[in-house]
Structures are given as C-alpha cells and as structure tokens.
C-alpha cells in the first residue's frame, strides 16, 4: 500500500516493510497513520492502520496468503484510491484505468500486473514478471486437488464459527488448501472484534 510517498508491503508469514526497511519498528506511521503489528501466532500477524477512532485497515497474514479488510472505513477516504480491490462504493472490478469492468478474474489479475518500467513498490521481484504472463492452474487440477484433500462435512464443521456471509468462501479455502489451521485463522477475536477473511 502506498500512502503519499510512504510505503508499506506486507508479506507472507507476517514478513513486512516500512519504506524500503524490512522488519521497520512498530509502532509507526504511514502516510502519517499509525500502524500496529500483532502477532498472533508463527502462522498468522495482524497490521492494523488506524485512520481515525473508528476505521483501520486491517491486513492479516495467515501462513503465505495476505487478506485484506477495511474497518468502518468512510467513502470519502477513498474516493481517489485505485488498485485491485476494486471500486469502494460498487465492488466492482476495474481495470487499471479505472473505468472498464472486468468480470473475468484472470483478465482481471492480468491487467493489473506490473509492467516493464513501472514503479515497483515490492522491494524484490519474483518470476512471472512481464513480459511474462501469469501461470494459471488449470481447471482440472484445481477440481482433483479439492476432491482429494479435506472432506466437506470436515470443512464445514471446521467453518461453523464464521460469519454466515464468509462462511462458504471459508470451506471452499479449506478444502482447496487442505489446512484446517486456515478456518481457525479466522475465527479468533481480536479487541472483541471478530474479522472474517477475504482470501485474494
């Protein structure tokens, strides 16, 4: 996330970097927020940006996947923001021009991966780059893997705690990854907040 000319990136495994300086003091600010980094376990790190009393952005690691989730945020904050989460107001995906609907989420990611001679806001880079293309999995493979880890009543029973909205997205996380660990990832309460994960 850039915030001004402060950058923040977070990473697998709670790996993080404050301009440039990895594992940087927290407490600290961005963009003149303060960020705060819990650790709740080896496996999953929570970074809250406290916009005001009452909206943060919360980014939440849970082993090599990133969620992020906006808190009580206000419209008016964002009004000018673009990247991959879309419009604020309308959810919808939007090209990096920000004004063409991408209903596809391979185009999506496709069009939004950094090109040759952009800035890089990641402090080191890693293959595909372009002008090489994304990888995709291919449909049978993701269709065997679901089929041979974890069973679905298993994922269900393990998701029962989730929010009624993320619960189905929770069993399909599970069962696409094999990791039970993932559905207690999200159950935990922190400041007598639940937060539900977005998986991207």
């Not at 919808?92 to 391979?106: E, F, H, K, S, Y």
């Not at 040759?116 to 780059?129: D, W």
């Amino acid at each position: 996330m850039k915030f001004g000319e402060d950058v923040f990136v977070v990473s697998s495994f709670g790996g993080y970097s404050l301009n440039g300086v990895s594992n940087a003091e927290l407490p600290n600010t961005v963009g003149g927020f303060t960020v705060v980094h819990t650790k709740v376990s080896e496996k999953v790190h929570i970074f809250e940006i406290q916009l005001a009393e009452d909206e943060k952005i919360v980014l939440k690691t849970f082993k090599d996947m990133v969620a992020v989730n906006l808190d009580q945020v206000h419209a008016h904050r964002l009004h000018a923001s673009k990247g991959m989460l879309g419009n604020y107001n309308t959810s919808q995906m939007l090209a990096r021009n920000g004004t063409v609907v991408i209903d596809n989420p391979n185009d999506f990611a496709a069009d939004w991966q950094v090109k040759e001679g952009e800035e890089m806001l990641f402090q080191s880079t890693r293959a595909p780059q372009h002008p090489s293309q994304c990888e995709l999995p291919e449909a049978s493979t993701t269709k065997r893997r679901l089929g041979e880890t974890i069973a679905l009543s298993t994922a269900e029973q393990a998701c029962a705690d989730w929010d009624v909205h993320f619960r189905a997205s929770c069993v399909h996380d599970v069962m696409a990854t094999g990791d039970l660990d993932l559905a207690a990832a999200g159950a935990f309460k922190i400041t007598n907040i639940r937060l539900s994960l977005l998986w991207c």
